[in-house]
Nanobody, 124 residues
Framework: QVQLVESGGGLVQAGGSLRLSCAASGRTFSSYAMGWFRQAPGKEREFVAAISWSGGSTYYADSVKGRFTISRDNAKNTVYLQMNSLKPEDTAVYYC?????????????????WGQGTQVTVSS
């Protein structure tokens, strides 16, 4: 079992920055990959970024590449999503998820556990 709790969401103006955090508990954090997804109103949940168990490999959606950075601190059982140059189209509920098997997955079914989500709103 893995429990995930996101934090750090909020309201920010276009061009601004936010850092999301996701604290994990349960299974040994350094043994599995992590990902971030987001879901805007009326849209399907979409992949944002993923990071390997060691942090040595990352993978991004084209829409956020160069603006967002995923990282992890295995000593703190936490994964982060640094979001810079935010745009109104980044507005969504952001979810972290644990991938116990595949590693660097970009598809929802590859993830086994999900957090409750944190709202990010970018005003124009």
């Amino acid at each position: 079992q893995v429990q995930l709790v996101e934090s750090g969401g909020g309201l920010v103006q276009a061009g601004g920055s936010l850092r999301l955090s996701c604290a994990a508990s349960g299974r040994t954090f350094s043994s599995y990959a992590m990902g971030w997804f987001r879901q805007a109103p009326g849209k399907e949940r979409e992949f944002v970024a993923a990071i390997s168990w060691s942090g040595g490999s990352t993978y991004y959606a084209d829409s956020v590449k160069g603006r967002f950075t995923i990282s992890r601190d295995n000593a703190k059982n936490t994964v982060y999503l640094q979001m810079n140059s935010l745009k109104p189209e980044d507005t969504a509920v952001y979810y972290c998820a644990a991938d116990l098997e595949y590693g660097l997955g970009s598809v929802l079914y590859e993830y086994d556990y999900w957090g409750q989500g944190t709202q990010v709103t970018v005003s124009s």
